[in-house]
């Protein structure tokens, strides 16, 4: 079980693939649509990941896509499950299982992501259905004035990471440990490295305590960055070495991969600050994408709810998959 488990893991990073996070929660994707003017129906979103699907970064450029529970059972207009389209792009299905990050008592303003309740027989059942890897995503505000994030909620959340990522390998699932610091607000640069470092440690020590095997794990962190509402940005070059440095300091090196979130920031600077890092090298581990909206953004615009803009929306999105792909090659350039 190990060696599936390592092997699937190595699939997901492999040299020049990464991974699209498709798995937008009925909410998140209904957002997206109403930006682009199209009612969030069962069909609209069965066509838009349709789409993607058939399109030809899947084969090139996309290891594995994370889905919705509703994608996972959801078939296309030909009645091929949707499943089926990925597999045989020669891609992975993977699953979100958690249900969200909901308000944790007594932390005003933090929250603990739930979902722990009756995994062990979700797996199963997703497992069945052709999801060999899962994410879970633990969610850390940073909002210094209020002491947040707090002692209690990170250790609270890496803890519920661990216990999903074991569940995860005892169903032969791979799972991607998603502890993400969010963008959001006007802190600066150092303040995201200290928060995540923090982050991290406790995460590495949860997983540890709950018997994860980290060569069968992929880890998917936020990038260094500065608040987008900070005075001061940062350049390419500062994103890079200090996300470097974080993760060299906290990630032990037989975990396989590193597929980074790329929560809000621009399409270019995703795949930029991924380029800076793996042109620095010598990394002890791969790292890839696992990009939402730098993926999604484009394809969306472009196909504005029209069948006649299909190609379009495909040729966008593999466009941006080449692009990252370049990028976690050290190969991009603007
Ligand atoms: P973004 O790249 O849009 O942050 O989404 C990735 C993801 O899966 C967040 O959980």
């Known amino acids: 079980m190990t060696a599936e488990l390592d092997a699937?893991?190595?699939k997901m990073v492999a040299d020049g693939k990464g991974i699209l996070a498709a798995d937008e929660s009925s909410g998140t994707i209904k957002k997206r649509f109403d930006a682009i003017g199209v009612e969030s129906t069962e069909e609209n979103r069965r066509d838009y990941r349709e789409l993607m699907f058939r399109s030809e970064a899947m084969t090139k450029y996309i290891s594995g896509v994370i889905l919705y529970e509703?994608?996972?059972?959801?078939?296309?207009?030909?009645?091929?499950?949707l499943v089926s389209l990925i597999e045989q792009a020669g891609s992975i299905p993977g699953i979100?299982?958690?249900?969200g990050a909901k308000p944790q008592p007594a932390f005003p303003g933090e929250t603990i992501t739930e979902g722990l309740d009756?995994?062990?027989?979700r797996l199963k059942e997703f497992y069945d259905l052709g999801a060999r890897f899962a994410k879970w995503r633990a969610v850390i505000d940073i909002d210094t004035a209020k002491g947040i994030p707090s002692y209690g909620s990170i250790r609270a959340n890496a803890h519920a990471l661990a216990r999903y990522a074991a569940l995860c390998q005892e169903a032969k699932i791979v799972p991607i440990v998603e502890p993400e610091v969010l963008m959001d607000g006007s802190h600066d640069i150092d303040t995201c490295y200290q928060v995540t470092e923090w982050v991290l440690k406790t995460t590495f020590e949860e997983?540890?305590?709950q018997r994860v095997r980290l060569e069968g794990?992929?880890?998917?962190?936020?990038?260094?960055?500065p608040g987008k509402k900070a005075a001061k940005q940062a350049s390419v070059a500062e994103v890079a070495e200090k996300t470097v440095r974080v993760l060299k300091s906290c990630v032990?090196?037989?975990?396989?991969?590193i597929a980074f979130l790329s929560g809000g920031q621009s399409d270019e600077d995703a795949t930029a600050h991924l380029d800076a890092m793996v042109k620095l090298g010598g990394l002890p581990w791969k790292l890839t994408y696992s990009y939402g909206r730098a993926l999604q953004a484009a394809p969306q615009k472009a196909w504005a709810g029209k069948a006649e803009n299909v190609a379009k929306a495909q040729a966008a999105f593999t466009h941006r998959a080449?692009?990252?792909s370049l990028a976690a090659l050290g190969q991009w350039s603007s």
């Open 8 to 10: 699937i893991a190595q």
């Open 96 to 99: 979100k299982v958690d249900a």
């Open 322 to 324: 080449h692009m990252n």
């Open 217 to 225: 794990m992929v880890l998917k962190p936020n990038m260094i960055v």
């Open 118 to 121: 009756g995994l062990a027989g």
């Open 252 to 257: 032990p090196s037989v975990v396989p991969g």
């Open 70 to 81: 509703e994608t996972i059972r959801q078939k296309a207009k030909d009645g091929t499950p």
């Open 207 to 209: 997983l540890y305590y």
